[in-house]
């Protein structure tokens, strides 16, 4: 690993402390929009059982909802930032999940560039709120590790801020860039997420949903892993299923 892996941006940024961090996001970005749609789309996929990592877990609210969609699920959850994984141990071990439960979440001291996981070992992978924390050169790498450990016809979800709606979205999104950096946000001022993904490898990059919220436009993006046999994958771009005609 090297020196400039080990400098992350925490969850709160440099504005927010990461026990506050909960608070402001349930009061900003819409989460009951996006997380419990995030763990139904990875069900109807891949069933009760998938393997998933959430990668910069942060304080878990996603892998609670994703523990509690699935709950025999076995879900890795990465996060490089101590203060902020106790948070997220405590958060998942303690709700909306059994004792017996708890114990199928696996959280680790991580980097997305350098994920602690086999090749080919997880069904799926979120990134919810964790790529705009990224340079681009990392997150390039990052998106390069999601394609290595998961299973061919496995899916990645990225849930980030991406192009704004308009002015207003624009403005919001300062705010965002003054907490987490302007190299780090640039690209999804720009609207490049989905080409990104696309560039590096993965296949069918689908847009789940676009919202507004306090902090500025939102995505959720879905993409899959090739499969090894089909040398005929095409990266088909963008496209809005799922959107209702108020997210746009
Ligand atoms: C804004 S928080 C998002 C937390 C959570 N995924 C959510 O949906 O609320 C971003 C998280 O990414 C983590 N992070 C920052 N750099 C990272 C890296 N290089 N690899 C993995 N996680 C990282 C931070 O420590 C932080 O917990």
């Known amino acids: 690993m090297t020196a400039e892996k080990n400098t992350i941006i925490p969850a709160g940024g440099r504005l927010v402390p990461a026990h506050a961090y909960d608070t402001i996001?349930?009061?900003?970005?819409?989460?009951?929009?996006?997380?419990?749609r995030i763990a139904n789309d990875i069900a109807a996929r891949f069933g009760d059982t998938p393997t998933i990592v959430d990668i910069g877990a942060g304080t878990g609210s996603l892998t609670r909802a994703l523990r509690e969609r699935m709950p025999t699920a076995s879900i890795t959850?990465?996060?490089?930032?101590?203060?902020?994984?106790?948070?997220?141990?405590?958060?998942?071990?303690?709700?909306?999940?059994?004792?017996?439960?708890?114990?199928?979440?696996?959280?680790v001291d991580g980097?997305?560039?350098?994920?602690?996981?086999?090749?080919?070992?997880?069904?799926?992978?979120?990134?919810?709120?964790?790529l705009h924390h990224l340079a681009p050169v990392h997150k390039q790498r990052a998106l390069s590790e999601v394609l290595r450990?998961?299973?061919?016809?496995?899916?990645?979800?990225?849930?980030?801020?991406?192009?704004?709606?308009?002015?207003?979205?624009?403005?919001?999104?300062?705010?965002?860039?003054?907490?987490?950096?302007?190299?780090?946000?640039?690209?999804?001022?720009?609207?490049?997420?989905?080409?990104?993904?696309?560039?590096?490898?993965?296949?069918?990059t689908t847009r789940l949903l676009r919202l507004r919220t306090l902090f500025g436009s939102f995505e959720v993006l879905c993409a899959e892993s090739p499969s090894r046999d089909s040398s005929d994958d095409s990266h088909i771009g963008v496209s809005a299923t799922g959107s209702s005609p108020q997210d746009w």
């Open 25 to 36: 996001v349930a009061a900003t970005m819409r989460e009951q929009r996006w997380r419990p």
């Open 77 to 107: 959850a990465v996060e490089p930032d101590r203060q902020t994984r106790t948070i997220g141990q405590t958060k998942t071990n303690s709700q909306g999940a059994t004792h017996a439960q708890s114990d199928w979440i696996a959280w």
């Open 111 to 130: 980097h997305a560039e350098a994920l602690p996981l086999d090749d080919d070992s997880q069904d799926a992978a979120v990134m919810a709120l964790m």
């Open 149 to 204: 450990i998961l299973k061919p016809g496995g899916s990645l979800y990225v849930a980030d801020f991406g192009q704004p709606h308009d002015l207003l979205m624009a403005a919001a999104f300062t705010i965002i860039q003054l907490a987490d950096g302007v190299t780090t946000t640039r690209d999804h001022r720009a609207g490049k997420l989905p080409k990104l993904v696309a560039d590096t490898g993965f296949t069918a």
